[in-house]
Structures are given as structure tokens and as C-alpha cells.
């Protein structure tokens, strides 16, 4: 059974990629790379080391610069490699690689996110988004044609945590200009979105596409299929 608001939401916060946008084209995946030089690569041991250590961590020493930045997301991809057994000596090649493809994408607005955002903003709504991204969130919201429909964007590589950590939450907060009370968040992402949310006192909203089944809901969190889901809500 889905919760009851007692209030309207004066903000909505939103997850960008898997809640607002996807991706419609990549580069090569890692094991295709780690393939074409001819190392072993272990998938396992890849999200491992490469993604899942990174939930809610706090790396504000590597985010003072976009080089400082960039510098420790090409040493987290080194230290990944070196986990899938690749050695140092042969690292460096396939490690540039590595990061030329992780920036080779482009990503486009599911088909109902515009037409959304546009209602929620002329219902006086305070949008912002707040993602685990690198440095150049611009890049993508400008790609998929949603910054003209956002007040404000904080991405992790900037503010130096990477949600489900508070920290990140609360910089969204302070410049939605609201308490966590008065907004929704909004993400696809179980931990990182909804309990991180739910953990800094925001009311979480779980946009779950499928087709998979997906996690069971727990008192006070609400599940839509699409953002056209919030329109009942705010």
C-alpha cells in the first residue's frame, strides 16, 4: 500500500541516469577492451573493485579540481585492473582505454520526463538533480535537453560523496532551499536513492522501469513505474 502525503512537496529531487535518461549508445564494455589485449577479466572482481566500493564514500580530497578528479577516477580504474590480474607494466595502455571509453556515450530523456518536469515546474515545484556522476553532469542533462527544466544539479564528482552518503543530500537540500521534509526524492537506485534519501529524512520515491521484479516496498516509500507517477503526488 502506497503512503499518504500529508503536505505537497515544495522541491522534488531527482536521480539522473536510470530515473530521467539512459543511455542510447556506448563505447566498448571493459571486458571487450581487457579481451582485445588479451587479459583474463573477471566481472566480479571488476564491480567489485571498480563500483561497488564507491557506495557512499567520501572522497572530497580527490574533488577540490576536475583534475584532481580525473587523476583519481584513472587510478580507480588502474587499482580495477590490477584486481583482474592485470600487471602494472602492462596497465597503462588499456587503462587509457578504459577511460576514453568511459566517456564515449550518449544518453536521451525517457520519453516522459519532459513533459513532466515541465508540469511540475509550472506548478511552482523546485526541480534539482542530484546524481552519482563525474564531473561534467552539464554534459549529459544538456544532451538529453533537461537543463532548460532544472534549477540546479549536484553530482557526486563535485561535492565529494557519492550517495547513499548524507553529505550529498544535504547539499541538494540547502540549495532547493527547503528541509528534507519538504521535498521527494526520486531515483531508480534501491540504496544509493531510496534508503539514501530515506536515511537524510527525505520522503523516497522508487521509479522502478522493470521488467525484473523489483525489491519489495517498506512503509513509507512510494513506487512508480514512470515520472508521470509524481504528477499524483506533488
Known sequence: MQPIL???????????????????????????????????????????????????????????????????????????????GVGLDDAEELIAELYAASKDFTVSAYEEVPAVLEELRRRGVVLGVCSNWDWDLDRVLDEAGLTPLMDFAVTSARAGVRKPHPLIFERALELAGVGPGDALFVGDSWIADVEGARSAG?????????????????????????????????
Open 6 to 84: 500529508t503536505a505537497k512537496p515544495s522541491a522534488v529531487l531527482l536521480d539522473f541516469y536510470g530515473t530521467m535518461a539512459r543511455a542510447t549508445s556506448r563505447g566498448p564494455l571493459a571486458g571487450e577492451l581487457f579481451g582485445r589485449r588479451g587479459f583474463a577479466f573477471d566481472q566480479e572482481l571488476w564491480d567489485r573493485h571498480r563500483w561497488d566500493a564507491l557506495d557512499g564514500l567520501d572522497h572530497q580530497q580527490f574533488s577540490g579540481t576536475r583534475e584532481d578528479y580525473e587523476a583519481w577516477e584513472v587510478d580507480r580504474l588502474r587499482r580495477a585492473a590490477e584486481a583482474c
Open 202 to 234: 527525505i520522503p523516497p520515491v522508487h521509479v522502478w522501469r522493470g521488467p525484473e521484479e523489483p525489491p519489495p516496498l517498506v512503509d513509507g516509500i512510494w513506487r512508480i513505474p514512470d515520472l508521470r507517477g509524481l504528477l499524483d503526488l506533488v
